[in-house]
């Protein structure tokens, strides 16, 4: 069974403390795994982000060491001394600046490296995962993963990891110089830590759900935008455009709803948080000041003690900054990571049982499936299909045919029983030469961006122009394809949008031809093409299937013609098995479907 505990959990907003602990860890993972490759340059960057907040630091110290201890001597002749203090001020203003400039260059390079690790780990792992995720995750929901929520983490590790440690270091650093100063007065200081560590707590507690909940509303307007451009014929087809308008309104509203809750929280932390700042530095100038007055503080500490005061407040401002960016992308990593956690169920076998040149024998034994956890859908059967042989499949909607097809395709393993090709179990071959022996071509014949040769030779990438063209004559596809403006080099363009959908779907059949299997399935593969075409290809099965194994699924019981046996489903069980002359002299359900399959030609 696969991991999908990401997709149950997609929407679920409220968590428990269990559940919330486990997603972080399943997070924290994430991060180190990706910190991991890095730690160098991540050790690097802290050293300077150090070294950069500790010569900032240094300014109010050298400030108040020129009032206090300086001026007195330039007052009495001495210039050197002004010299020296402003140069070491210039000093230590540069080394601040310039490496502050280097830190944030290395933080960008560091976040870089790990959002590309991150990306190409997101792509890979979706493509490698099941048919089984990819039929419950929406497409949309991949799709957020990989750009909006990837996006937010982007921006976090951007600036905001920068930031958060650059102003832990200052704030640290600056508080160590007011203590240097006058423990007494950085005292006011540290008190204020109270009411920030509560503010911020309160913050923490509300926001955490918001940005949960952003990740999912952005999901859904994603979701909802790529399901109805994706489906936009039939929205124009059924006029559908007013209902799609209402309901990516409603996805839209609901999103924009909570982006003004997530800016109304922090629009009461940052005022809070500059209150508590202006209130500390008025606090250290009361207390400094009378300090002042009774000899116990000079008045270069005391503006030290300013200076430090006031800017010990700008980092914690930018601290509350990240945090508002660490919540948005805690939530977005959590997304992601849940992805990442999901596991395939069809695995690839530890020790492949290796099969260099198949033959095309398919048997299933006491076989028994249901998806996922479901129920049964195909109750226990045994079936044995001879190499070469081209059987067709038929029965009712829903009856389990394409069930049958993805099965020897290996898209979903039994729940029970075995399944071989040429005596050797599925679950025991390479991916390799499975793919290599069994081709499925099924009713949506997608075709990718890119030339129409290059969609022909998807399966054996290496085949020459000329093996193209032949599959493509096989097919009865070349008089079309040498019609198109560039021939063969035509850019389909996405989903191949520059010709119809029967062509698309004999450029599919060439695709599988050249990739020259042993098994070969058609699920629905002649829905899309008109008669003429449809005869075409039946030709072209008949003069190129005649040594491979053929399962053939279609509505259109024209394709049983070619067939050497026929196999009828009905909720999830073969009822018949024979030939299609002694079904349709059995009187049985296939007689039934071949008579209204010819009453409608009629």
């Known amino acids: 069974m696969s991991g999908m505990s990401g997709v149950a959990g997609e929407d679920n907003i409220e968590l428990g403390a269990d559940d919330r602990r486990r997603v972080r860890r399943r997070s924290l993972r994430l991060l180190k795994t990706l910190a991991g490759p890095i730690r160098g340059r991540l050790a690097g960057t802290a050293l300077l982000v150090l070294v950069s907040a500790g010569a900032r630091a240094t300014l109010p110290l050298l400030v108040a060491w020129a009032i206090d201890s300086m001026l007195p001597r330039v007052i009495d002749g001495d210039l050197a001394a002004l010299g020296f203090v402003g140069g070491a001020y210039v000093a230590t203003a540069i080394t601040a600046g310039g490496l502050l400039g280097v830190y944030t260059w290395a933080a960008a390079n560091v976040s ?90 309160w913050y923490q507690v509300r926001s955490e759900l918001v940005y949960r909940e952003s990740r999912v509303f952005s999901a859904r307007v994603i979701t909802t935008f790529v399901e109805t451009m994706t489906g936009i014929r039939a929205v124009k087809a059924f006029r559908r455009e007013a209902a799609g308008d209402e309901k990516y309104t409603d996805v839209a509203h609901e999103y924009r709803d909570n982006t003004l809750r997530s800016i109304s929280l922090f629009g009461i932390l940052q005022p809070v948080l500059m209150l508590i700042g202006n209130l500390t530095v008025a606090a250290v100038l009361l207390v400094g000041g009378f300090r002042v007055l009774d000899g116990s503080l000079a008045v270069g500490a005391l503006i030290g003690l300013l200076l430090t005061a006031k800017r010990v407040f700008q980092p914690i401002e930018a601290i509350a900054m990240f945090y508002n960016s660490f919540q948005a992308a805690t939530a977005a990593l959590e997304k992601v990571s849940g992805l990442l956690e999901e596991r395939p169920t069809v695995v690839e076998p530890a020790r492949p049982q290796p099969l260099p040149a198949a033959e095309g024998a398919v048997e299933f034994k006491r076989a028994v499936f249901g998806y996922g956890d479901g129920p049964v859908v195909m109750e226990e059967f045994d079936l044995t299909i001879p190499a070469g042989q081209t059987v067709a499949v038929v029965g009712q909607t829903g009856a389990g045919k394409s069930t049958l097809a993805k099965l020897i395709a290996r898209f979903y393993d039994l729940t029970a029983g075995e399944l071989t090709l040429d005596g050797v179990d599925l679950r025991d071959l390479s991916q390799d030469d499975l793919r290599r022996a069994v081709v499925m071509v099924t009713q949506e014949a997608f075709l990718f961006s890119g030339s129409v040769a290059d969609n022909i030779a998807l399966g054996r990438p290496e085949a020459t122009r000329e093996e193209i063209v032949l599959a493509a004559r096989a097919v009865g596809a070349h008089e079309f394809i040498e019609s198109l403006p560039e021939g063969y080099d035509t850019d ?59 399962l053939i699924i279609a509505h259109r019981l024209s394709t049983v013609e070619i067939a050497d046996r026929v196999l009828v489903v009905h909720d999830g069980r073969i009822v018949e098995d024979g030939s299609p002359s002694e079904l349709i002299a059995a009187g049985g359900r296939f007689t039934s479907l071949h008579q209204a399959w010819r009453d409608s030609l009629t």
């Not at 497409?139 to 976090?156: P, Y």
């Not at 959908?501 to 042993?518: E, K, M, T, V, W």
């Open 112 to 201: 870089q490296a790990m959002l590309l690790d991150l990306r190409l780990r997101v792509f890979r792992h979706t493509q490698l995962l099941s048919l089984e995720f990819h039929e419950t995750y929406t497409s949309g929901r991949v799709i957020s993963r990989q750009t909006s929520d990837l996006e937010t983490l982007r921006e976090l590790l951007d600036q905001g990891i920068s930031q958060l440690v650059s102003g832990i270091a200052f704030v640290l650093f600056t508080a160590i110089s007011m203590f240097i100063l006058d423990w007494k007065t950085a005292l006011v200081v540290v008190g204020a830590a109270v009411p920030i560590a509560i503010i911020f707590r």
């Open 492 to 550: 389909v363009n996405k989903r191949g949008g520059r010709v119809s959908a029967g062509q698309r779907q004999l450029i599919s059949f060439a695709r599988a031809f050249l990739a020259d299997p042993r098994v070969l399935i058609l699920d629905e593969a002649t829905s899309s093409l008109d008669i003429p075409s449809e005869r075409l290809v039946q030709q072209a099965l008949e003069r190129l299937l005649g040594e491979r194994t053929a």
